[in-house]
């Protein structure tokens, strides 16, 4: 028999349009992949450790004991928080938390997973989705402890506050978005991912976390103003604390481009993940 | 190579450029990248500097109902035209096509994959994953998996507690489960003991007997080429050197050819081994 007589499938280049389609076909595909990696990474981490989800609450924790040593040393003044301080650190922090470790997850995907990626022929979108699957589930803990510690200061939730995990959405995005553009460059280019991981540690002093959305910080106060994080970060907060809705409109704006710059990052890591397999021995 | 049998994978004028430069390699990488986010095509046969092709216009046809052995030297370039084959690395130049609807199984590292803190039973949802299969699909072959790898009570023990044999076996049951058309194994049945070895030759000798079956296995030692392939391609220096259905000359070829300059001490136990295969045969 010859071969024209079959129809076959051609490793080749294809249209950019219909690779990225494929991908994500494939991804479908491989869903219960995903599921058993998200669960392997979660588990993973607690089999080793007696102290287990201590360590999610940690790092939210110190930083609010640092900066309540600074606000009652009378060295720092946040402005108008319209919550008990504590509180109102521990909660920012946390959504903090929540946009970092979405972006260093996402930026670890390939090369966390390189073992696999060079061994078995998957789609590298589904990586990028256990990452953020981690991620999700780490996140509960924190997310579940601030509510008890915001009533407890006198903070109240009310219907708004229903609406704070949708609001968080665009928060994630960011995250992942960053991600996946320092995911490719962590293989091809690490100065870049280790320049992007330093301004994104600035970034943090330049979101309202430890200070109020509206707080009088001098020449910085128009930098936070432009920092999109103040809106995708400030606008869930206001949400949950039921502090209006004053963030909106900014909010609705940054989200309409984060929603952008996630396409666009996934077009890039859609196109660039293909060469980096081969660069993952270089690394 | 002609034979009658159906074709299953066709490669055609396969070439792929390495770098041997670390900093290179980052910074064409990253031109790389830029180029195909402008949609300008990387596919190019010039070698930038300190690039050399690991695979040099590599073409043949893959027919169903055989083992093809591919033999050569470490470098040679065996596991980058199979990961290639597998859809894992793109080529430089050239194209492989794979017939419509085939499922194509590859084992490379048989321990990758694998998570040591959770138990065998555990890892071949994991692994079994990882080769598509879906939790249904899992839970209907477990059975299967576990009596293929004779792991025994150890399967509710965790793997980092196996030996590299036991952990060999659990890898290649999941793989075997898949029921591949296209079955890829990278040097994958080179550790484990001898009995489990044997059965794993029994059952790509069963596999072959369906005419639309290829087992692809690749290699560097004359002895286990000698015993289950059918056709043997020799890759030298990134070069498809020969290719042939008598696997004795194949292997006299190999040897004459490749170890040039080796010990000739070396160079005739491997003769002679090949030699007296031949004979016996």
């Known amino acids: ?283 | 190579m002609e034979r009658n049998n159906k074709i299953n994978i066709r490669v055609k004028n396969i070439s792929k450029k390495f770098c041997r430069d670390i900093r290179n390699n980052l910074w064409y990488s990253f031109q790389d990248v830029l180029k195909k986010q402008i949609g300008i095509s990387i596919r190019s046969n010039r070698l930038r500097p300190k690039e050399f092709w690991a695979l040099k216009n590599i073409t043949f046809d893959i027919y169903g109902g055989e083992v093809t052995a591919i033999i050569g030297m470490n470098g040679s370039g065996k596991t980058t035209l199979t990961r290639i084959m597998s859809d894992i690395f793109q080529a430089d130049q050239g194209e492989v096509i794979i017939a419509d609807k085939l499922k194509i199984t590859p084992i490379f590292a048989l321990s990758a994959g694998l998570r040591p803190l959770f138990t065998g039973r555990e890892n071949i949802f994991i692994k079994g994953a990882a080769y598509g299969m879906d939790k249904n699909t899992l839970e209907n072959k477990i059975n299967d998996i576990i009596s293929f790898s004779e792991i025994g009570d150890f399967i509710d023990t965790p793997v980092g507690s196996y030996s590299s044999g036991m952990r060999s076996r659990l890898s290649y049951s999941i793989a075997v489960a898949t029921h591949p058309d296209i079955f890829i194994i990278d040097e994958a049945l080179a550790v484990g003991d001898s009995i489990f070895r044997t059965k794993c030759f029994e059952h790509i000798q069963n596999m072959i007997q369906d005419e639309n079956k290829s087992v692809i296995y690749v290699t560097n030692h004359i002895d286990k080429v000698l015993r289950i392939a059918q056709r043997l391609l020799v890759l030298d220096k990134g070069e498809l050197v020969k290719d042939t259905r008598d696997i004795t000359e194949g292997l006299l070829f190999y040897v004459n050819h490749c170890f040039k300059g080796q010990s000739l001490e070396r160079k005739n136990k491997l003769l002679d081994l090949v030699n007296q295969w031949g004979s016996d045969e």
């Open chain 1, 1 to 283: 028999m010859v071969l024209e007589q079959y129809k076959y499938t051609k490793f080749i280049q294809v249209r950019i349009r219909t690779y990225i389609c494929l991908q994500m076909k494939s991804i479908l595909e491989y869903k219960f992949f995903i599921y058993q990696l998200t669960r392997v990474s979660v588990l993973a981490r607690f089999k080793k450790t007696r102290l287990g989800l201590f360590w999610m609450l940690l790092s939210p924790v110190l930083t609010v004991v640092v900066w309540v040593i600074l606000h009652n040393a009378g060295i720092f003044n946040p402005g108008d928080t319209g919550l008990a301080y504590p509180a109102y650190v521990l909660f920012s922090s946390t959504l903090w938390i929540f946009f970092f470790e979405a972006y260093k997850s996402v930026s670890e995907s390939v090369t966390y997973h390189s073992k696999i990626l060079l061994s078995h022929p998957i789609p590298y979108g589904t990586v990028v989705l256990e990452r953020i699957g981690f991620h999700l589930m780490n996140f509960i803990v924190p997310l579940l402890v601030n509510i008890p510690v915001i009533l407890l200061y006198g903070g109240k939730l009310g219907w708004t506050s229903l609406l704070f995990p949708l609001a968080l959405i665009p928060l994630l995005l960011m995250g992942v978005s960053l991600g996946m553009f320092v995911a490719v460059l962590k293989v091809v280019a690490v100065d870049f991912s280790n320049a992007m991981d330093e301004i994104i540690k600035v970034v943090k002093y330049l979101t309202p976390i430890v200070y109020a959305t509206h707080a009088d910080l001098g020449f910085l106060s128009q930098i936070v103003k432009w920092n999109p994080l103040t809106y995708l970060l400030g606008f869930p907060r206001d949400l949950m604390l039921c502090q209006g809705w004053d963030l909106f409109l900014p909010f609705l704006y940054v989200t309409f481009l984060v929603v952008i710059l996630f396409f666009l990052a996934w077009r890039f890591y859609s196109i660039s993940s293909p060469l980096l397999v081969e660069r993952l021995f270089g690394n």
